[in-house]
């Protein structure tokens, strides 16, 4: 039987931060648009910042669905998965805002984290619901380590070629809502 909680307490936040992989879902209001689902896990770039809220950091990728999603209507899901250990599957439901670099709040939310190359913007989330599952039927698997693919990219393309990068592919979703704030 899952159990529901008022805010991330530390049995919570240690299940979160023992995890090495999470999926982020949001939704477009649209009966037609399309629905998205990340894997997102690169280490310590999630955070608790307090009990009601998480953020994590967002870095350029192909696709711009969750910000143009978020930035439309706000819903959002994090999941997390015990993928060794003692079954267990984690959602956090709430209300997603978008940190951009221009934002005022960004600084102060991206000293919560390591630096890393490349962070287009931070998922900062006001927790509306934290329930747990059984997780009875997420398989075993075993970690070996991360990918550097992403950050080796990033900075063999460099902030310029990057720029242009978000600036041709993050302006808009797949179903046209608005994307990334970007300079013309």
Not at 47 to 56: F, G, L
Not at 68 to 76: F, P, S, V
Not at 118 to 133: E, K, L, W, Y
Not at 157 to 162: A, C
């Amino acid at each position: 039987m899952g159990k529901v909680y008022e805010t991330i307490d530390d049995e919570v936040a240690a299940f979160i931060n023992y995890q090495h992989i999470f999926f982020v879902a949001t939704a477009p209001r649209a009966d037609d648009g399309l629905l998205n689902c990340s894997p997102k896990g690169i280490k310590k770039t999630f955070k608790i910042i307090d009990p009601r809220t998480v953020a994590y950091l967002d870095f350029t990728g192909s696709g711009v669905e969750t910000i143009a999603h978020l930035k439309e209507n706000g819903r959002i899901v994090i999941m997390f998965c015990a993928f060794d250990g003692a079954p267990n599957i984690l959602r956090i439901y709430g209300k997603g805002e978008v940190i951009e670099p221009h934002h005022r709040d960004f600084d102060d939310l991206y000293a919560h984290f390591d630096d890393y190359v490349d962070v287009r913007s931070i998922i900062r989330v006001d927790i509306g619901r934290i329930a747990d599952a059984c997780g009875f039927g997420v398989p075993l698997y075993e970690f070996r380590t991360e990918r550097e693919s992403l950050f080796k990219h990033a900075r063999s393309k460099g902030p310029k070629e990057m720029a242009d990068y978000r600036s041709r592919k993050n302006r808009s979703s797949l179903d046209g809502l608005p994307g990334l704030d970007l300079p013309d």
